[in-house]
């Protein structure tokens, strides 16, 4: 599997790119949400929606400086966001880096795994759920799983069902019977593949509604062509250890690298 740190951390950019597109299209929200570069980096911000999964920083070069470092924890602050990610991969700022974005006013927090897999075939998945694409007509139940799962706030829902609109992200869903109880996001660019957005409605756990929706994704995205699929989760840690870490892996993912995640100091 011939990928790099840079392609891989490239098709999450454009995926959280489209997303957005999408939502400022969506006139139903309040929710602001914007991008904004400081250099090479890519920030994300919505002072109305405090989840980093929409405050975060991507694409942090190696010559970075501390002003800039700076200017971004004060580009939040201004906008009246506590808390949001820096994204490091630790090969890009090297040893250094931990005297660097302390002295920039961070600290480290909990990082998340990034995964890849080729083309190599799936197993067949054996569950009583349904599992297919779905379109706007499901975008409230999709939205509503997705808010819940991740503990966005009820009005940033419309933001969430906006995805469905962008032509490169495809959204799936599982099914029991006819009621929504799994959700997946398939976004895919130049033969690579990214995965986002998988969550179980709390009724429906363990009965295979991710392993499901994951498994449909992959198939989707080679049956497009694709020769590397990219995802993500959070860093498997004692007392934690992520039930989707050990589905990715069973999906055949290999983890391609930790990536650091770190917050303003007072956060």
């Keep these: 599997m011939r990928v790099t740190a840079a ?5 999450e950019r454009y995926a959280l790119q489209g997303w957005l597109d999408a939502a400022v299209k969506c006139t139903s929200s309040t ?40 200017e971004i924890r004060e580009l939040y ?6 808390r949001f990610f820096l994204h490091v991969i630790p090969d890009v700022l090297g040893a250094d880096r ?3 974005l302390t002295a920039a006013g961070y600290r480290r927090y909990r990082g998340w795994m990034k995964f890849c897999r080729g083309v190599a075939g799936i197993k067949p998945v054996t569950s009583d759920l349904s599992t297919r694409r779905i379109g706007t007509e499901n975008a409230a139940d999709f939205a509503a799983i997705v808010g819940n799962a991740f503990d966005f ?69 080679l049956d497009a062509g694709c020769t590397s699929i990219v995802t993500m989760t959070g ?11 050990r589905n990715i892996l069973k999906a055949g993912f290999e983890e391609a690298y930790l990536r650091e995640n770190w917050i303003p100091a007072g956060a």
């Design 153 to 221: 706030q009820a009005t940033f829902q419309a933001v969430i069902a906006a995805v469905i609109d962008d032509p490169n992200w495809h959204t799936y869903m599982s099914f029991s019977g006819a009621t929504p109880v799994g959700t997946g996001g398939l976004y895919i660019r130049d033969g690579v593949a990214y995965l986002d957005f998988g969550a179980t409605h709390p009724d429906y756990r363990r009965r295979g509604a991710q392993t499901a929706v994951l498994n449909t994704r992959i198939r989707a995205a």
């Design 235 to 245: 860093e498997a840690v004692p007392g934690d250890e992520q039930h989707s870490y």
């Design 77 to 82: 602050e201004s906008a009246g966001i506590a």
């Design 98 to 100: 931990e005297q660097l």
């Design 7 to 11: 392609s891989l951390e490239e098709i």
């Design 31 to 70: 929710v602001n949400w914007k991008a904004q570069h400081v250099g090479a980096a890519q920030c994300f911000l919505s002072s109305s929606e405090p989840s980093i999964l929409v405050n975060r920083v991507l694409n942090i070069q190696p010559d970075i400086t501390i002003d800039e470092l700076v």
